[in-house]
């Protein structure tokens, strides 16, 4: 471009030039002399404009290989979770069934007459830890097993309501505000596992705003429409489920890790809620946004189509690793925040 406008500006500069030496001896060519130098005009004016097209296709093809690298790293991401997962459920069976006879054996010792206090006491003990170790396996087994979506039409609001009975003892015991802004959408899913995806952010933003200690704890809750850029490049409309806190936020070198099995940066859970999130959202065609700033919080967007997929879509490790339509956006920003 820079040789091109050189090469015009020496071209104006001879033939402003020549068309002056053309209007002194020959002033009956004056109209054309001005036809000329109007054609010049037209020349730089398209070469400003080549110039900023130029440009501009620049700045597309860098946006276009942010998105193409994004959805390479989404699919990467997809088939180590995918292999994870059946890993994670063979062992998940293997452990499953010794703990069912440990805790059978405790209960018998438990009913035993002659056991003493003492006994009683351990026998609790290793119960509880049974129901721990148990309650673990379950997380596991749920992020691995292959299941079938149960599609229906569902009104946001309905949706919402039964995400809050789902987390109700959670808010009570924090005393956290959920700020609702629901638009009224029907969306076609997998009711049940989206109340679970739905729960399990919303138990992760209301935990994160306790530990905040915020003098009034708000987690805001929003469901509406908006169009975005999907995998395959095109813009098109997607039911969005936003829950934001204002808790401590994300660091920044956990914030690619976070949608991992057994990831958490919390002292407590299975760092399995996440991955499940992101799984039951992919199943449906969706993708997850997350925003998080270190002291200001996090906002996590479930993006689903509206029209969702068919009934009896598989819940599966092939599913996930052959879906299209999925993008897991991480930013750490402010904005929304």
Do not use: W
């Not at 033939?15 to 037209?42: H, I, K, N, Y």
């Not at 097209?53 to 180590?80: F, I, M, P, Y």
């Not at 703990?99 to 003493?116: C, F, H, K, M, P």
């Not at 490049?233 to 936003?242: F, K, L, N, T």
Request: proline share 2%; aromatic share 2%.
């Amino acid at each position: 471009m820079r040789v091109m406008k050189k090469i015009n500006k020496n071209l104006q500069i001879n033939v402003d030039e020549g068309l002056m030496a053309t209007a002194e001896t020959q002033p009956e060519r004056a109209t054309t002399v001005e036809e000329l130098r109007e054609l010049m005009r037209s020349v730089t004016l398209a070469t400003e404009r080549l110039e900023s097209t130029h440009g501009t296709l620049q700045t597309e093809v860098a946006h276009l290989k942010s998105e193409l690298a994004e959805a390479n790293e989404q699919l990467r991401r997809s088939r180590d979770l995918a292999a994870l997962g059946e890993m994670a459920a063979g062992i998940a069976h293997e452990i499953r069934n010794p703990l069912g006879s440990i805790r059978l054996y405790v209960q018998l010792l438990a009913n035993d007459e002659a056991a003493t206090g003492e006994q009683n006491k351990i026998c609790k003990k290793i119960d509880r830890a049974v129901t721990g170790l148990d309650a673990i396996v379950r997380d596991i087994l749920l992020f691995a097993r292959e299941s079938s979506l149960r599609v229906d039409q569902t009104q946001s609001d309905e949706l919402i309501a039964r995400v809050l009975a789902n987390c109700e003892g959670l808010l009570s015991h924090h005393e956290v505000i959920v700020l609702q802004s629901i638009d009224d959408h029907l969306i076609m899913a997998d009711s049940g596992l989206l109340v679970q995806a739905i729960s399990n952010v919303l138990r992760n933003a209301v935990e994160a705003s306790a530990a905040a200690h915020l003098e009034e704890p708000v987690v805001h809750l929003e469901v509406f429409c908006a169009p975005m850029r999907v995998a395959n490049g095109q813009r098109m409309d997607r039911v969005v489920i936003a829950v934001e806190d204002h808790g401590g936020g994300i660091p920044a070198k956990a914030l690619g890790r976070i949608f991992n099995p057994f990831f958490t940066t919390r002292a407590t859970g299975t760092g399995l809620g996440l991955a499940i999130v992101h799984r039951i959202v992919d199943a449906h065609g969706g993708h997850v946004q997350v925003r998080s700033k270190e002291g200001k919080g996090t906002r996590i967007e479930l993006c689903l189509p509206p029209e969702g997929v068919a009934t009896g879509s598989s819940l599966s490790s092939d599913q996930v690793i052959g879906r299209h339509d999925t993008a897991l956006a991480l930013h750490d920003t402010e904005k929304n925040l």
